[in-house]
Nanobody, 122 residues
Framework: VQLQASGGGLVQAGGSLRLSCTAS????????MGWFRQAPGKEFELVAA????????FYADSAKGRSTISRENANNTVYLQMNSLKPEDTAVYYC????????????????WGQGTQVTVSS
């Protein structure tokens, strides 16, 4: 499956962004979808993930209460709505896909999109 991420940009602290990731090439429905980020000098972090049915979600502590992951299987798209953004949210955000359940470890995710830069100014 090929993944195309979009929606990053420059935003002031306290602002919002919605990231989108559209899948192509294979049926989108069976895949769990996730959003990872990597800030300069830091490890990859799973920010949020959603199962294939949309029935279960995962959020990193840093994202809880400020972010919402959702998916539209009919449009092969997963979204990450991020609110109350902070400078520490600045990172390259990547969407990823995998069959089966959600794992935090990025090695478990087999399909990756290109990153989209999110920059939050103070």
């Amino acid at each position: 499956v090929q993944l195309q991420a979009s929606g990053g940009g420059l935003v002031q602290a306290g602002g919002s962004l919605r990231l989108s990731c559209t899948a192509s090439g294979r049926t989108f429905r069976p895949y769990s979808m996730g959003w990872f980020r990597q800030a300069p000098g830091k490890e990859f972090e799973l920010v949020a993930a959603i199962t294939s049915s949309g029935g279960s979600t995962f959020y990193a502590d840093s994202a809880k209460g400020r972010s919402t992951i959702s998916r539209e299987n009919a449009n092969n798209t997963v979204y990450l709505q991020m609110n109350s953004l902070k400078p520490e949210d600045t990172a390259v955000y990547y969407c990823a896909a995998k069959l089966g359940i959600i794992y935090v470890a990025r090695e478990r995710w087999g399909y990756w999109g290109q990153g989209t830069q999110v920059t939050v100014s103070s």
